[in-house]
């Protein structure tokens, strides 16, 4: 059996046909097998769906209780047969809940990946590298030029601006799901202990996050309806990137906008964005953490999707390893 026997791109997202599922579909399926809560990866609408118990709680916070019409809970390591198939689930250090999954049949593992990072955050499991004969990365970040710094450095670079500048918020742009609760677990690792303030568009996943035992510690709603111009005066705000062109981000003191992303790298991006203080902060891996984990799995062939291919793919082959563009439609990652 050929490994494209095993996994394939379907108009509706990669297939197995032995096992008859997909995985991260964008349309609705039969029976999906979901990598991460990520609204482009988790949708709404399949008949069965089998992911961690986070992933499943995610898109029951997102999408309501009925999201899917059964579900099933995959834990780490554990194996589960699909018509003869066999699947496992393996942290991916994206978000809280997200995994890799290793398909098994016939004695060929291919891994899909999902969206991964290497760098340590303390709000999710740490990737773990599985080996397999074909490892499916992603390559948001899929060029050399993207070198992601510690995050610990950019939250430094927030918390001195907010010294320098104490009668001024700052509005810090950061996607709902783990970046935002990233932030503000990186803000009290560096020893910041006031509240942080937080669009309301946060509350319920943040809410989840410190129920699932990751202190973000005391959280305030800032939103429209309460409060006064003064009461922010100094404070850090967090909210969904969307919200800043909101009347929302006009009630802050004299703002001074920031936002957590990867695309931060590019200065011409914060620029025309509007952002004063561009934070690099990703939760996807940047170059040397795709190539690093690339040899890592031991993988003879690479299969490159979202983002940028064709480099990752250029790289595999000046190291004698077989890759090729996969070109599933349908992923703009919410989280980058
Ligand atoms: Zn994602």
Redesign the pocket.
């Given at each position: 059996m050929r490994a494209s026997d095993l996994l394939h791109p379907r108009p509706e997202g990669l297939y197995c046909p032995p096992g008859d599922f997909f995985i991260d579909p964008v349309r609705p399926v039969n029976r999906a097998l979901i990598?991460?809560?990520?609204s482009?990866?988790a949708r709404s609408g399949h008949r069965a769906v089998l992911a961690t118990r986070q992933t499943l709680d995610i898109m029951g916070l997102r999408y309501g209780e009925g999201f899917a019409g059964t579900t099933q809970a995959a834990a780490l390591g554990e194996t589960i047969a699909l018509n003869g198939v066999t699947v496992t689930f393996h942290p991916a250090g994206?978000?809280l809940g997200?995994a890799q999954i290793a398909v098994e049949h016939q004695g060929r593992r291919i891994v899909a990946s999902?969206?991964y990072k290497r760098q340590k955050d303390a709000t999710c499991e740490s990737f773990e590298p599985v080996k397999c004969d074909v490892f499916i990365t992603?390559a948001t970040f899929g060029l050399p030029v993207f070198r992601h710094p510690p995050d610990s450095e950019e939250i430094a670079r927030l918390l001195k601006s907010a010294a320098q500048f104490p009668e001024r918020s700052h509005l810090v742009g950061a996607y709902a799901?783990?970046k935002a609760q990233r932030v503000m677990r990186l803000l009290r690792d560096a020893g910041f202990d006031r509240p942080i303030y937080i669009h309301g568009a946060l509350a319920k996943l943040s809410d989840y996050y410190q129920n699932q035992g990751i202190d973000l510690g005391r959280l305030e709603p800032a939103t429209v309806e309460s409060g006064g111009k003064d009461d922010f005066t100094g404070a850090i705000v967090i909210g969904p990137p969307s919200a800043f062109a909101d009347r929302w981000a006009r009630r802050f003191p004299d703002p001074i906008s920031c936002f957590a992303s990867g695309w931060m790298r590019i200065r011409q991006r914060a620029k025309q964005g509007g952002v004063e203080l561009p934070l690099i902060i990703s939760?996807?891996s940047d170059w040397d953490e795709l190539t690093a984990t690339i040899k890592e799995t031991g993988a003879e062939e690479i299969w490159v999707t979202h983002g940028r291919e064709e480099a990752l793919v250029r790289w595999c082959e000046l190291e004698g390893i077989a890759a090729r563009p996969l070109h599933l439609v349908g992923?703009e990652?919410?989280?980058?």
């Open positions: 990598t991460h809560g990520h482009d990866h994206h978000v997200s999902g969206d992603e799901l783990g939760d996807h992923y990652d919410e989280g980058d």
